[in-house]
């Protein structure tokens, strides 16, 4: 991901998570829960630097992420975070899992899936407990042909084979919300994001494969690879409608979902629908944010470091009121009624259904 791009996604998440609620939550939904008696994993994050505050705020939190590699390219050239997320994993281990990645440039090359089985051997070997592919699949990368590599391409069978053979899970980020077909919508949760990143705006491109042409692909992958376990991240592309999620669920039981960046197309459909899906696929939903860092601490100020704390915590709190209480919430503008989640089904979606995924326990 471009560093432009990671800003936009922090800043959305930092600005449009406004008016804060409260800091001093008073969610006790279940007897005496508070967002510190829940063992939680963000499964979706971007944390490049460390923080000498994230420690002290991820045990308040009860809080560990997994650290999502981006693998990125564009006419500048290759990018990952590969690296300095490996030195972060290390330097603490209490904290941080990985995620590794792969792309699809030069697919056409005999020696393609041979040399990427080779990266993702290694980094496994480094600690990446599962691997990521992003919507660079699908409506970024194109083949020789000129064709858009779509994820179920026959090409990539050795690597989801290998990936299999190692009981490593897959994330999958295919596609993007519904909305970057449609014209710009200003009380859309994504519009700051597509008017700041015109080129995921795909509804301004039309080379760019349909979003069901995507969504297809995508679906076809998975019932292809029925021992390959999916986390299909931000909702699988379709944070929109809920039923199209249930749909797929039902459909394939190797899928899981994760949430990241999607709160607030959850908030603008109706709570209890939103409630009921979560309890009925309860043990196939993980909480993800996308929250991370794209700078390094040293180029801060002491009072931009604390406002980042403060900021990072009240996303937490935002989130959690979100899915535990009842309470009146807006989330990226959309003004909705907290889940009420019960603690049972907050420990699955918050821990234990991620702990189960990549094996922790
Ligand atoms: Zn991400």
Redesign the pocket.
Known sequence: ?KKSLFFM?ISIVLVTCKPRAEQASSIQPDGAMNEGTIKKIDV???YHYSRAYLPELFKKWNMQSVL?D?FHEDSVGVTRSWDSYVALAKAEPELFYLCSAFIGTGIDAPDYAEKTIKQLDKEISQGARMVKVWKNFGMVTKDDSGHYIQIDDPRLQPIWDFLRSKDIPVMA?IGEPEQAWRPLDPHSPHYGYYKNNPQYHAYNFPEIPSYKTIIDARDHWIEKNPDLKILC??LGSMSHNVDMVAERLDKYPNMYVET??RFGDLARQDSDKVKTFFDRYQNRIMFGT?F?NDVSQDQLTVAELDKERADLDADYLLLWKYLSSTDSVEVRGQKTRGLGLGKEVLEKVYYNNLADFLKLK
């Open positions: 991901m996604i979706h994050s971007h999502v981006v980020h991240a931000h990241a960046a996308d991370g």
